[in-house]
């Protein structure tokens, strides 16, 4: 296909990687720099901007991104994406106000989903389906390790140093990587020769911003909550009925005519959900139930983090080996199935409590499967030249269903706090542990249907 040495495969490997990392590290090491953010510009009123512009701006570029990874050169997006990355990183470090700041890390966010498109999408060019599983294994893992290093970062740069820092420091490590990975990356030419679809974009676009401004901004009146999502809604049957028409369409409905690519979509929907309610109420809940202190529920999650990590590496190596991903996928949501029953029962029971922080820990393990054997089976069942629009649109529904969890399990939150009071938490986990074991085993029954293909040994036509 294309002519590059082992060990220029393994450079541009490595700053695929590195470049990835950067831009997940981005989502989470803004956690810990955030009130030092506010203490310099001592306002509060667009505080959340500076945390959710970021989440926003990348989740919507993402398919975009990925149907540009179909149409045009792939190093000329490897330029475009860090451009507004790193550009973005320079404004915000230098941002006056926190308007300032939100603006310019939506910016950075549009940067960031293109990386991650375009790291996806690089992958399936660079290596064929029986290939690519360790390969995925190591991507994913990239999420988990950015998880635990984000905060921690965050927390020791702007100590040490300020949070200008926190933006300042993907400068020089974004060129370093940009500069690698487009000299060692291959002349690929477009992978299709079609048209963009402008029209669907903008519809696109204004449907997902819609949408995500009612689930990512929790002080909104319900008035408010109904309007976005109504627009929203409109939006999308809009982008639904000239998509279905056009001739090269943004977003291939067609895909849903795959069933590898349906079944994986729903189930990354509802387990993106799940992953993030667990990141997010697991630490309130610890500190409520067992009186952990910030650094003990930091080490919690670290430990779930790894072991999300080691799993992701391990399930992708298998797969690689035995060219098979489905069983794995269907153990990983048992697993998951069978660890929520054991915290609701042991809830429920009072007995053996103390055996219900590990249990949680261990939903890690059925989670490193999940991130990467997804998107690999994705990958392994369209054809070359719609290879970046089904990564990025997988992604895209992962991402799209981690934002109505966080908003789904925040509002329960909210709703059992203000009930009860004290107790709100401890009842709120009961209720979410449940929730969870639902969707999972909705997740599973679309597993189960997922059609049990050979990973290929070359690239679809």
Not at 86 to 110: P, T
Not at 292 to 318: A, K, M, W
Request: charge should be positive; charged fraction near 10%.
């Amino acid at each position: 296909m294309f002519n590059i040495s082992y060990k220029e495969k393994q450079i541009l490997f490595y700053s695929l990687l590195f470049s990835l990392f950067l831009a997940a590290l981005d989502q989470t090491i803004i956690t810990t720099a955030a009130p030092f953010i506010i203490k310099d510009f001592n306002e509060m009123k667009n505080y959340f901007w500076i945390i959710s512009s970021y989440l926003i701006s990348s989740v919507i570029t993402l398919p975009i991104f990925g149907r540009f990874c179909d149409i045009i050169s792939i190093k000329f997006l490897i330029i475009i994406s860090n451009l507004f990355f790193l550009i973005g990183s320079f404004l915000c470090a230098f941002s006056n106000d926190l308007f300032q700041l939100s603006v310019f890390r939506f910016i950075q966010g549009i940067g960031g989903g293109g990386i991650f498109a375009v790291a996806f999408t690089s992958i399936g060019i660079l290596y064929p389906p029986r290939e690519r599983g360790k390969i995925q294994g190591w991507i994913s893992s990239i999420f988990g390790i950015s998880s635990i290093l984000g905060p921690m970062l965050g927390s020791i740069i702007t100590n040490f140093f300020s949070w200008h820092w926190v933006f300042l420091i993907n400068i020089p490590f974004g060129i370093f990587v940009s500069i690698l990975m487009v000299w060692f990356f291959p002349k690929v030419p477009a992978l299709s020769n079609q048209e963009f679809d402008t029209l669907g974009s903008f519809l696109f676009v204004f449907g997902s911003l819609m949408i995500l401004l009612m689930l990512n901004i929790p002080q909104l009146s319900l008035k408010l909550r109904i309007f976005f999502v109504s627009f929203g809604i409109f939006f999308y049957l809009l982008f639904y009925f000239y998509e279905i028409k056009i001739k090269h369409p943004l977003f291939e409905f067609k895909l849903f005519q795959d069933r590898t690519f349906l079944t994986s979509g729903v189930a990354t929907f509802f387990l993106g959900g799940v992953f993030i309610s667990i990141l997010i109420f697991f630490p309130l809940y610890l500190t409520k139930k067992y009186h952990l202190d910030s650094i003990q529920t930091g080490n919690q999650i670290t430990l779930l983090s790894i072991c999300v990590v080691l799993s992701s590496i391990i399930s992708g190596r298998i797969s690689s080996y035995t060219g098979k991903y489905k069983t794995q996928l269907i153990l990983s949501n048992l697993w998951l199935l069978l660890i929520f029953l054991l915290i609701f029962f042991i809830n429920i029971s009072n007995i053996l409590i103390f055996l219900e922080i590990w249990l949680i820990i261990l939903i890690g393990i059925g989670f490193g499967p999940i991130l990467p054997l997804y998107v690999l089976a994705v990958q392994n069942s369209v054809s070359k030249k719609r290879l970046g629009t089904a990564t990025s649109s997988i992604q895209f529904l992962r991402q799209l269903g981690a934002s109505f969890g966080s908003s789904f399990f925040g509002f329960l939150y909210y709703f059992f706090v203000s009930l009860y009071e004290e107790k709100g938490i401890i009842l709120y986990f009961l209720v979410m542990i449940m929730l969870n074991f639902l969707f999972v085993l909705i997740a599973f029954v679309f597993t189960v249907m997922m059609p049990d293909l050979d990973l290929k040994n070359s690239h679809l036509e």
